[in-house]
C-alpha cells in the first residue's frame, strides 16, 4: 500500500472512529440525563417528606438543616452535567457530600437515601461503561503527515546551506587564485626579493659593525667620561652608526688612553665608520624606497588575506550548521519510520514509502 493511500485510509478510518464516539457519547449522555432526572424527582420527594414526630427533637435539627445542605448540593452538581464526561469531575464531589452530610440523613429516610445512592451508582456504571466503549473506538494520534512535511522542509534548508557552502567554497578558491597571481606578479616579486636582500645586508652591516665596536664600551666605561655622546655609546653601541662624527670625537678623547689590544678596533673605526654608517643610511633609504612601493601589494595581499580568514571561518561555521541539521534529519526520519509503523499496525497492511 501506498503512504498517500494509508494516510486516507487512516483518516477515514479516524473519521469513522469519531463519529461513532459522538453516538456513544450521546447514547451515554441521553441515559445519564434519564437517570439524573430519576434522582432530582427523588431529591424532591425526599425534600417534602416530613420528619417522623416521635423523632427526638434535636436529631429532627440536625437532620433537617442536614436534608436542605443535602439535596441544594446534589441538584446543584447534577445540573453541571450537561454531557456525559461532565460526570468524572463530580463524581468525586457527590462521595465528599456523602461523608460529609449523609450520615444522620439515612437515620431517619434510609430507603430514600439508599434509593438515591442506588440511582448514583447507575450514574457512575454508565460513566464506566462510556469509558469502556471509548477504548476500543479511540484513535491514537500519528504525526506521519508533521513528519513528512518537516522533513520535506528540513531537506530544502539543507539543500540551501549546503549551495551556500559551495558558494563559500567557490570564493575561496578564487581568492586562493587571486592572491597567488598576485605573489606571482614579477614586480611584486621583485620588490619582495629586493625587500629581503637589503633588511638581511643591513642587519648583516650593523651585526658586524655593533660586534667590532662593542669591544669598546669597556674600555670607555673605565674612563668614567663626562661626555653625553660617550654615554650614549655605553648603552647602545649603535649609537656609533647613528652619529659617527660624535663618536669619532669621543675616540680622539679616548685613543691616547687605549690599551693596546683596542687600538685595532680604534683605528677600524676611524678608517671605517662614517662610510659603514653612510652605506646602512643608504642601504635604509633604498629599503624605505622598496617598502613604499610594497605597500600597494601587500595592502591588497592583506585584504585578500582577510577575506580568506572571514571565509574559511565561515565555511567552518556552515559545515558545522549542516551537520546538525543532518543529525536532526536523522532524529525526524527515525521518528517518522515508527510512526509509518504504528500507521501500518493501524490500517493492518504494509506501506510503501518514498522518501
Do not use: C
Not at 258 to 279: C, F, G, H, M, P
Amino acid at each position: 500500500m501506498k503512504l498517500k493511500e494509508a494516510l486516507h485510509k487512516y483518516e477515514t478510518m479516524k473519521e469513522k472512529s469519531e463519529k461513532e464516539i459522538i453516538r456513544i457519547a450521546e447514547k451515554h449522555t441521553k441515559n445519564a440525563k434519564a437517570i439524573i432526572s430519576k434522582i432530582l424527582k427523588y431529591l424532591e420527594e425526599l425534600n417534602k417528606k416530613e420528619i417522623p414526630k416521635n423523632v427526638d427533637p434535636r436529631l429532627a435539627k440536625i437532620v433537617k438543616m442536614e436534608r436542605e445542605t443535602y439535596i441544594r448540593a446534589l441538584q446543584n452538581m447534577l445540573e453541571k452535567i450537561q454531557d456525559i464526561k461532565d460526570i468524572e469531575k463530580i463524581l468525586p464531589e457527590i462521595s465528599r457530600l456523602h461523608i460529609a452530610h449523609g450520615r444522620h440523613l439515612l437515620l431517619i429516610f434510609e430507603k430514600d437515601v439508599y434509593r438515591i445512592n442506588a440511582l448514583l451508582k447507575d450514574l457512575s456504571n454508565e460513566y464506566t461503561a462510556y469509558l469502556s466503549a471509548l477504548k476500543t473506538l479511540q484513535f491514537p494520534e500519528i504525526e506521519t503527515k508533521r513528519l513528512l512535511k518537516e522533513i520535506e522542509d528540513l531537506r530544502k534548508h539543507i539543500d540551501e546551506q549546503e549551495l551556500l557552502l559551495k558558494q563559500f567554497i567557490e570564493s575561496l578558491h578564487n581568492l586562493e587564485v587571486e592572491k597567488e597571481q598576485l605573489e606571482k606578479l614579477p614586480e611584486f616579486s621583485i620588490l619582495k626579493e629586493n625587500e629581503e636582500k637589503l633588511k638581511r645586508e643591513i642587519l648583516s652591516r650593523e651585526l658586524s659593525a655593533r660586534s667590532k665596536l662593542s669591544k669598546l664600551q669597556k674600555p670607555i666605561k673605565r674612563m668614567r667620561l663626562p661626555d653625553k655622546h660617550a654615554n650614549e655609546f655605553l648603552k647602545n653601541s649603535g649609537y656609533a652608526l647613528e652619529h659617527p662624527q660624535a663618536f669619532l670625537e669621543v675616540l680622539e678623547k679616548v685613543e691616547g688612553k687605549l690599551d693596546k689590544k683596542y687600538k685595532k678596533t680604534s683605528e677600524w673605526a676611524k678608517r671605517n665608520i662614517v662610510k659603514e654608517a653612510q652605506t646602512i643610511k643608504e642601504l635604509k633609504e633604498e629599503l624605505t624606497n622598496v617598502e613604499r612601493k610594497l605597500a600597494h601589494f601587500k595592502s591588497k595581499e592583506e585584504s585578500i588575506q582577510r577575506a580568506l580568514e572571514e571565509l574559511k571561518q565561515k565555511i567552518k561555521q556552515r559545515e558545522e550548521k549542516i551537520k546538525v541539521l543532518k543529525e536532526e534529519l536523522q532524529n525526524l526520519e527515525k521518528k517518522l519510520k515508527e510512526s509509518i509503523s504504528e500507521l501500518e499496525r493501524i490500517v493492518g497492511d504494509k506501506i510503501d514509502v518514498e522518501l
